[in-house]
């Protein structure tokens, strides 16, 4: 009897695995030094207090499309933040989340050419927050990322940053693979 129930729930358990053209990443930022390893982390707590929530929303529904939305809660209120995708993932360093990811990537590193730095072959958002610290962004691109490469989303320092400046790394969050 157990062949035919293992037969039937076969088609059930590929069709779980397969991956879903959305996902949803829901996290609260922790310091790099949290004792379990944070999916989200904020580098300035004047700016990404801890605690504060990310959720991301990327949509790869649509063949040859990206849509990425993101929406936050808790964070410095009436900021700018450039957001971007990049290649690495978030580490202790902030260094550790690496360039921006790029559709067609630059041969010079790092990348200012803007035949590739550029909101084409870049997937960036500008996040702003209102009074209370909440936001939310969203950016299209009309291509997907490579599988494994785009591994991270960092929140820069934008303006006005007060003691940090423009393109500082103020929070990583680490993208479902």
């Known amino acids: 009897m157990t062949a035919p129930l293992a037969s039937a729930l076969l088609p059930l358990a590929l069709l779980a695995s397969a991956a879903s ?24 707590e ?17 063949p040859g499309r990206t849509v990425l939305t993101l929406a936050v ?13 990049h ?11 690496g360039p921006h990811y790029q559709d067609v990537v630059d041969p010079v590193q790092p990348s200012t050419d803007p035949a590739y730095a550029n909101d084409r072959n870049e997937l960036r958002l500008v996040l702003r927050t209102d009074g209370r610290g909440a936001g939310t962004a969203r950016a299209a691109v009309d291509w997907q990322p490579r599988p494994g490469e785009a591994r991270s ?6 303006a006005p940053a007060g ?11 680490r993208l479902a693979r």
């Open 73 to 85: 809660a808790g964070l410095a209120p009436g900021h700018e933040f450039p957001v971007h995708l």
């Open 46 to 62: 004047d700016l990404v207090p801890y605690g504060s929530h990310a959720r991301i929303v990327t949509d790869r529904s649509v």
């Open 163 to 173: 003691k940090h400046t423009a393109a500082e790394r103020v929070a990583c969050i």
């Open 87 to 97: 290649a690495g993932d978030c580490g202790a360093d902030p260094a550790a989340s």
């Open 153 to 158: 989303l960092v929140l820069h320092a934008g």
């Open 21 to 44: 053209p959305v996902s949803v990443t829901e996290t609260a930022f922790d310091p790099a030094t949290a004792f379990v390893r944070p999916t989200a982390i904020s580098y300035a």
